[in-house]
């Protein structure tokens, strides 16, 4: 195992990865940028080294500066968390050149699932179900007739895209050229890359999405599902495990969970993954996309199956073998993460960084809060506006969600803005309690209040 690690991350999952590290007897050690001196991960840290300005670009995305906080501390391996880096296999490559492990998959893997046009063709080609469209990326003067052919409405999406970016609904042919502009605009401003293509529009989906884990000797198990449904502009709100829709559905899960681990040994993926589907109301699913490391929403999946799963990220990039078998996993109660983001859902859910006064997370039974905020803090405008995430766990859903509810009213936070009232309300809505809802239905419940 590794003495010692460096978190190359910020915010709630670089305060959570330094925290596994600590309980495991590693030596952490944080970077961050001048915003950041005071924040929760430097302060758990062992070690921290500032690697540059405020915006993500010179400091956090910076890749020479961490490598360089690496060798300099002399840290053996480095852990990416979530979005940064951590999808970045130029990175992946230049840390096994530095000689340190990158915590997560080869930059291989990264590369086959990192273009998502290319990770639709591999998936389909392992028999993976995908959502009917191109095969590949596709040129502007053969969108209408393969849209045409797919059947309106469609989807155009950037094949660098992530993260809600680069994607458009196109109702009618009429629309399409314009959206097939801006879809290549889009993917060339914010991801390097122009390629587009098309899928058809499920209406009405769910989101699910498949945890999986392998080691480097081909062992891998799945840790179930996770529902994640409730998004808007395609970003997750609330996600939890299981999905109440799977739990209802005869033969998903299995259905689910095969294709997961076929995509993931169609490109011999080890460390730590998710495959993400859409599943039309009537159990129909497709594959989407994979990610490539850590999800924001993980902590679902741990409590419901009590797996650390940072903790296996580590031993697993260490070369330990995956003790966990398939036949071992259960699923223990039910699971609700709500995240908690610095913005005004009065205001379009505009970000709203700021002072944060008093900051007391709940102390609850059932209750997990990873928090990247701390008391009289700043939240600054230059990164992402999620502070916290509240996870509940209870014996069944019903339960879970009144911790869930317990939870958010017992949350002190004082004078930052957020969207914690409005999340409180979700769970107090009966489509909510009844489990009746697809990915567009946050949006409306947003704009119906
Ligand atoms: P990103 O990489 O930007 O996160 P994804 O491909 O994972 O993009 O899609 C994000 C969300 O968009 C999904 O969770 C789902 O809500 C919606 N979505 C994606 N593809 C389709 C589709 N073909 N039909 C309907 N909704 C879709």
């Known amino acids: ?12 999952i670089a305060a959570r990865i330094v925290a596994v590290l600590r309980a495991r007897g590693i030596r952490s050690v944080a970077v961050y940028s ?27 995305l910076d890749q020479g500066a961490i490598l360089e906080a690496a060798t300099r501390t002399g840290a053996q391996a480095v852990h990416p968390g979530y979005g940064l880096l951590s999808e970045n296999a130029g990175f992946a490559r230049r840390c096994a050149g530095a000689g340190l492990t990158f915590v997560g998959p080869s930059p291989e893997a990264i590369d086959a699932m990192g273009d998502k046009a290319q990770a639709r063709a591999t998936a389909a080609a392992h028999g993976v179900p995908v959502v009917p469209g191109s095969d590949g990326p596709i040129e502007d003067a053969d969108a209408a007739s393969l849209a045409e052919h797919l059947g309106y409405p469609v989807l155009v999406k950037a ?42 529009y499920i ?39 299981p999905s109440p829709f799977v739990a209802r559905t005869p ?26 589907f859409i599943v039309d109301p009537t159990g129909r699913f497709y594959f989407i996309e994979m990610n490539t490391r850590l999800q924001v929403e993980h902590p679902v999946t741990e ?49 709203r960084p700021g002072p944060v006064g008093r900051f007391e997370p709940p102390t609850l039974p059932g209750v997990r809060v990873d928090a990247g905020i701390a008391a009289h803090q700043q939240v600054t405008p230059y990164y992402d506006s999620l502070v916290a995430k509240l996870i509940a766990h209870g014996a069944d859903r019903a339960a ?7 939870g958010l009213d017992a949350f002190v936070i004082e004078t930052l803005v957020t969207n914690r009232a409005f999340v409180r ?25």
């Open 203 to 241: 209406e009405r989906p769910r989101h699910i999405e498949v945890q999986i884990l392998f080691d480097h000797h081909g062992h891998g198990v799945h840790l179930f599902e996770r529902e994640c449904t409730l998004q808007r502009r395609h970003q997750k709100v609330i996600e939890e495990a």
């Open 303 to 351: 409590a419901i199956t009590g797996v650390d799963l940072i903790g296996w990220q580590l031993d697993i990039a260490a070369g330990a073998a995956l003790s966990l078998r398939q036949e071992d996993l259960r699923v223990s109660g039910h699971a609700i993460e709500c995240r908690i983001c610095a913005e005004d859902p009065d205001l379009k859910f505009i970000p």
């Open 400 to 406: 879970a969600t009144e911790r869930a509810r317990a």
């Open 1 to 12: 195992m590794f003495d010692k690690v460096l978190v190359a991350n910020r915010g709630e």
């Open 159 to 200: 094949a660098g895209g992530g993260g809600g970016i680069g994607m458009q609904v196109v109702p009618r042919p009429e629309k399409l050229a314009k959206a097939v502009a801006s879809c290549r605009d889009r993917g060339r401003s914010s991801f390097g890359n122009d390629a587009i293509y098309l899928e058809k």
């Open 251 to 276: 033969g998903l899960r299995a259905g689910l969970t095969e294709a997961a681990l076929s995509a993931a040994r169609a490109i011999g993926y080890r460390n730590a993954g998710t495959v993400e």
């Open 34 to 60: 001048e915003a950041d001196a005071d924040a929760p991960h430097v302060r758990g840290a062992d070690e921290a080294m500032c690697v540059g300005p405020p915006p993500v670009a010179q400091s956090y």
């Open 425 to 449: 309300g979700v769970l107090d809505a009966p489509d909510f309690i009844a489990a009746d809802f697809d990915t567009g239905w946050l949006e409306r419940f947003a704009k119906g209040r």
